[in-house]
């Protein structure tokens, strides 16, 4: 197994995990039915599958 010559000082490690921190997700209002949705996702609403304001499937449950 390989072991590190020196120690890796907190400075680092911390460096190195500044991008690791979860963001929130981005959501969306359909201008078609008002619903809240995640971005660049169809979504259920009253049995239908909408895309970008569309209806994509009629009674999709």
Not at 10 to 15: A, E, F, L, P, S
Not at 20 to 44: C, I, M, N, Y
């Amino acid at each position: 197994m390989a072991h590190p010559k020196r120690k890796i000082s907190k400075t680092r490690r911390d460096k190195r995990r500044t991008h690791d921190a979860l963001s929130t997700k981005q959501l969306s209002v359909d201008v078609t039915t008002g619903e809240v949705h995640l971005r660049h996702h169809a979504h259920v609403s009253e049995g239908n599958l909408y895309y970008r304001g569309k209806l994509v499937v009629e009674n999709y449950n």
